[in-house]
């Protein structure tokens, strides 16, 4: 993985010095609310529904065993001992002290890390396909260009005060598992028709909340040396152009849309053709340089072992693990293990400290010592040995962490909801919680298969309710917290939007109406093949609905 | 009979909370903000004090009662960040917010916690 050279260091120990006189400052009196607010939401801090939260940020998800030890020790020493990953691959602690936060960024800097640029209107973290490097569909890693992005857009003078927030998401596979069309710049490294060359293609003005629109194409293909420069280019018209007199308006998906995808291609290109050739445009040596930080670890080439030799094996629980949670991996003898944080024991997404501690030496042992936070708020081990398998699953079946869940009804995505975030209008874990309880019947859930089920507590849509095949949306019903049901929806390459089944559900209801939903489909489907969305696909929402909302 | 659309439009409010049958006679406001050290909610009481229970803050039923408190906490900086009133329904058992996201945060964090699963936390 990339490490940090001098400047970067130099970088985040200095932001943290200056963090600590920006909050001595504000304890003293010497300066205002209002002229800290925006210094410390520059580096992660939110006021919350009941304390400080810190978004700390994890570049493209990926994290060093180290990195992961001081995310323990934090949320040991600085929080209530638990973490909460994030679908934008970072991680929130709940509970901070303010006084506290200037030796808890000393200890991130020291492994190289931060939470500069997770709040405010710039771009915020770059994120990526979680199985980037080791994916058997991949053209080409993304991550050296996701860290070229990185560092490009860190303190970058021109993008600090963009009209609102901005994010960006990169893969190198066929398969979409970075949601890419739904970011405000969503990049896919492709094949040109042709000759084969791998090159770049922009998506542009993706994005969920208020506003859910599926990012256009404005820019099917161009050369990799031009990721920064054309990169720059968007951000410039979009800085120029987005609105600013109205927070509802001001994402540039409302931009795009206002101008048409072809007309905001052409200005794009104009301010393209004017920086293409200034010290943005990449050399080779420097795309190179980078990927020598994400050069393949040493896979040993006497690993052997098959995955399907593994989905037999005896020990059945161990083989629905490796059925529902372990992928294939591009080197023989590897596979790509998922852990399942939506156990029964915590919120999703969470991990105590104590578990991040025990994964973290898991990833020393069975995975080169790296892992890698999923949008879906999974860990994801990309090198574990096939022969190890049953060892790593024996683990984490000791830490609670051997769920076999991964894509089914239980692995639900979850954002903190009204139990945390200050947005929020209605409880999301607890309807988490609920379902899980609901589909508990491990049998029910292979019974009912692929299906992916979010909730958002607000229409911010931190849980992506618009993208899962199931969605569920909190809101605050004269008082009462309530329920819309969404279905349709899907974060991958046949993207789309889950559209409102019906009147909303209260927290009582809710489990009932998911359970006559997903009744629905298993009755309606043509076989156990037909995917949820297939049948929701062929028949529409007519026949989920006459079921949900029947009487009993 | 608009005093009965009124209790009857409160019992649904709070038909999710324990005060099913409490009464609402008019809307009415409490001061809060939250703690500069560490975010924990705080309400405005008698005296112009915060204390940390909403059972025990002090009832404004006047715009002049909300402009002189709200002035009042805006200087209250060095222990509090950004003061606003909420709605609240005059109960016997002290003021209860009107939206779930009051009553959430006025719960505080134990409720939370525990029922996250993390008892006190550490």
């Known amino acids: 993985m990339y490490a940090y050279d001098q400047y970067d260091q130099t970088l985040v120990h200095e932001r943290a010095r200056q963090f600590r006189g920006q909050v001595a400052r504000r304890i003293s009196g010497e300066i205002t609310e209002n002229e800290f607010k925006p210094l410390r939401l520059q580096n992660g801090l939110y006021m919350q529904l009941h304390a400080y939260m810190l978004r700390v940020a994890i570049p493209y998800g990926l994290l060093s065993s180290k990195q992961l030890r001081t995310l323990a020790h934090i949320a040991r020493v600085y929080d209530r001992g638990y973490g909460h990953f994030t679908t934008r691959q970072n991680l929130q602690y709940n509970w901070i002290d303010l006084k506290r936060m200037p030796d808890l960024l000393d200890e991130l800097a020291s492994v190289e890390m931060h939470a500069i640029q997770t709040s405010g209107n710039c771009v915020r973290n770059i994120t990526s396909d979680p199985y980037a490097g080791v994916a058997v569909d991949e053209f080409e890693d993304p991550r050296p260009y996701a860290e070229l992005l990185r560092q490009w857009s860190t303190f970058h003078p021109e993008f600090a005060a963009l009209p609102r927030k901005f994010k960006i998401a990169i893969t190198g596979a066929e398969r979409d598992r970075a949601a890419i069309a739904v970011h405000d710049i969503g990049i896919r490294l492709v094949r040109r028709e042709g000759d084969g060359a791998v090159g770049l293609s922009f998506l542009v003005g993706g994005g969920q909340g208020r506003t859910p629109t599926l990012g256009a194409v404005i820019r099917p293909w161009i050369e990799k040396e031009h990721l920064l420069s054309y990169t720059e280019a968007i951000l410039r018209v979009y800085n120029r152009f987005g609105r600013r007199d109205n927070l509802f308006k001001a994402r540039i998906k409302i931009l795009v849309k206002s101008l048409g995808a072809d007309e905001f291609a052409r200005q794009v290109d104009a301010e393209w053709e004017r920086i293409k050739d200034s010290e943005l445009k990449l050399e080779s040596s420097e795309i190179e340089s980078m990927k020598a930080f994400f050069a393949p670890p040493s896979y040993d080439s006497s690993a052997g072992g098959s995955l399907d030799a593994q989905r037999l094996s005896k020990n059945r629980p161990y083989a629905r693990w490796v059925e529902r949670n372990v992928e294939r991996h591009r080197v023989p003898g590897y596979a790509i293990a998922s852990i399942s944080l939506k156990t029964r024991d915590l919120p999703t997404g969470d991990l105590t400290a104590d578990q991040m501690d025990a994964v973290a030496a898991l990833a020393d042992e069975f995975s080169f010592g790296e892992l890698v936070v999923n949008h879906r708020q999974n860990l994801v081990f990309p090198n574990v040995r096939i022969d190890a398998l049953e060892a790593l699953w024996k683990r984490l079946e000791t830490l609670g962490l051997g769920l076999s869940n991964v894509g089914t009804i239980t692995d639900i995505v979850c954002c903190p909801g009204l139990d945390y975030c200050s947005l929020a209008n209605a409880r999301s874990i607890t309807v988490a919680s609920a379902l899980q309880e609901r589909f508990a019947d491990a049998g029910r859930a292979d019974e009912v298969g692929d299906v992916t089920l979010n909730i958002s507590g607000c229409i911010n849509a931190c849980g992506h309710h618009h993208v899962g095949n199931i969605g569920i949306l909190g809101i605050d019903k004269q008082g009462v917290e309530h329920y819309q049901l969404m279905v349709g929806g899907s974060h991958e390459d046949d993207a789309s939007f889950g559209k409102i089944l019906g009147p909303a559900f209260t927290q009582e209801e809710i489990p009932n109406a998911v359970d006559r939903l997903v009744s629905a489909y298993v009755a309606l489907r043509t076989s156990p093949e037909e995917r949820f969305l297939d049948t929701y696909r062929r028949l529409g929402d007519a026949p989920f609905k006459e079921r949900v909302y029947a009487r009993d | ?122």
């Not at chain 2, 009464?23 to 939250?34: G, Q, R």
């Not at chain 2, 008698?46 to 025990?56: C, F, I, K, S």
């Not at chain 2, 960040?81 to 964090?109: F, H, M, N």
């Open chain 2, 1 to 122: 009979m608009p005093w009965l659309a009124s209790v009857y439009a409160n019992h649904l409010r709070n038909r999710a909370s324990f005060l099913i049958f409490s009464v609402k006679f008019m809307t009415v406001h409490v001061l809060t903000a939250n703690r500069l050290l560490d975010g924990a909610p705080l309400y405005l009481a008698d005296g112009e004090r915060w204390v940390d229970a909403l059972a025990n803050a002090k009832v404004l039923r006047t715009d002049d009662e909300r402009e002189h408190h709200l002035a009042w906490a805006r200087a209250q900086e060095a222990l509090v960040c950004d003061p606003y009133v909420l709605d609240v329904t005059e109960t016997t058992g002290g003021p209860v917010p009107t939206s779930a996201r009051e009553r959430i945060r006025a719960g505080g964090a134990r409720p939370v916690l525990e029922r996250l699963g993390y008892g006190e936390g550490q």
